[in-house]
């Protein structure tokens, strides 16, 4: 599978050629040091005077190999070779006890940036490009999107646009959970209710959701609470209404297998019930999506019930070819090295979660031609994912039609949590609501909004409140290493200080300011995107050397599915263009050629930092 590298698009990052030149002359002085342990420690001098990186790593090797650290550092400077990237490293370079001091050639920087400058900024296709079948968002039928839905939306997009991004082939898929019992029991009670005189036409989501819930209750017998009693010996009046409840559980239970069945056969009632529901949810979930400006459609919508004639068959071809066997009434796939089976069918004869999962991987390599599944979905769900990737590899549902076998990623995440350290929950203690939660982060970014800049109000208000706060909890989202569970907190993703999205906003609104200030000035800004760069202060030279590094970020964290190493990119890209603006005056500069080799900076920086952030899919404004 080829990729292309940042140095194939023709940009050579002088920091990682660097790198490399380093551990070849580590390697030619310490042969017995494999390659892959051998660390350069370079960094940012601390002080200009001694150049733009020193490497620190003379002191930990010479320890390691029982050496004089000086003697070491003078070894590795005499056998480096950094022509075309850096001035001459010699004995003189070496500082205190053993730092390499390096002082790059103004030239390598300049031509590099060249190249980054590009439309694609550096970032070129595959030629060959392979097919990338995300699963995100995933939200079940006739409940409410929750803050999880918002991990598998949010980072799940943003994978996506990623592999988007580096000109991967993409397709999106919400597996919907849409089928089975638990859809049934609603169908069942919606069917009930709507004899009562409800008009299903008139139902809401959370209306839905309060039936959900009821339908469940109903369907569940306290068995255990009966135990209990029996075993302590609970009053006669108590025992008799338990048992009653439990008689009404099973009847309930019953009527919702039997709808079950009229459903999967097709029932026109059954039918025009399930759709309604379906349509109820779909219409509120693909709304939300919209708002978090994450790309998911109808036509992304690849439910469970789309496979519901596709089981019989995987589960015939499975016993058809050995690869399933009976186990005590149930059948299962055995794979080595995971201790649970997979089972694919139940004893009385249903299909599970598994049994989906195993048709949805047949489908999206052999009639979507999947290369690489990437399945963004809570960790909670790691070993259904580790059972049915070993069940779908053994049943040789992974191969390609090219004959190799696709990767399978779950690209799993943590939870969010409250601010008291548990999982998050609203005030009465249910799942949060995430338009509610959406509504909340507006607000409150409406109101930041109007105390630091009046001047903007109404719609246009309104419009870049909803902007920044859907920034806000995306990037509080994103930029958290996916696996972790993390802390959800408005004041600290909504403050326009700090690693925040409305920071990264800001930023960017600045970067425009300048070039509305310059036109304001009558300062000609024409042909800008030409104009040599001429780097002399550190905080510029340290601003160029960030820009080069956005293509290899951003296949790093394509390939890696990790959108956090983007997030961290932006933010210290931001951060050096701040110290930079502080430091280089850009239109207050009576040097021409300095202003605009500055201006071309600051305009590719502008430019970087917006395909970013519509890589993450954060939303941009003109102003706030
Ligand atoms: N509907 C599931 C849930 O809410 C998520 C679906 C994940 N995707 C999958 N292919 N199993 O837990």
Known sequence: MNTQTPE??????PSAVLDERFKDAISSVLPDLPREQIQTHITPSRQPKFGDFQSNCAMPLAKRFQMQPRELAAKIASAIDVSGIAEPIDESSIAGPGFINITLLPSAISDALGTLDTPELGIIAPDAPPTVVVDLCGVNLAKQMHVGHLRSTVIGDAIARLYERLGYKVVRQSHVGDWGLPIAMVV?????MEADGLDLNLVTLSQLNGMYKKAQAQC???TRAVQILEKVGG????MAELELRIENASEHLERAKARL??????DEESVRV???IYDITMGACLHTCQRLHANVTDEHSAGESTYRDELGSVVQDLIDRNIAEEDDGALIVKCDGIKEPTIIRKRDGGYLYATTDMAAIRRRVQKLGGDILVYCVDSRQSLHFKQVFAAAHKAGYTATSDGHSANLVHA?????????GKPLKSRSGENLNLSDLLDEAVSRAAATLSERNPDIGGDERHQIAESIAMAAVKYADLSIERIKDYVFSFDRMLAFEGDTGPYLLYALVRIRSIFRKAEESGIDTSGIESAPFDLRDPAEKALALKLLRYPGTVEGAGLNHEPNRLCAFAYELASSFSSFFDQCPVLKNDDDALRRSRLRLCQLTGRVLEDALHTLGIPTVERM
């Open 412 to 420: 799993m995440f943590g939870s969010v949590m409250g601010e008291d």
């Open 261 to 266: 069945v009229a459903l999967q056969s097709g």
């Open 8 to 13: 194939s698009a023709g940009i050579v990052d």
């Open 188 to 192: 069942q009670k919606l069917i009930e």
């Open 274 to 276: 399930w759709q309604r």
């Open 220 to 222: 569940k017998p306290e």
């Open 235 to 238: 009053h006669p009046k108590a």
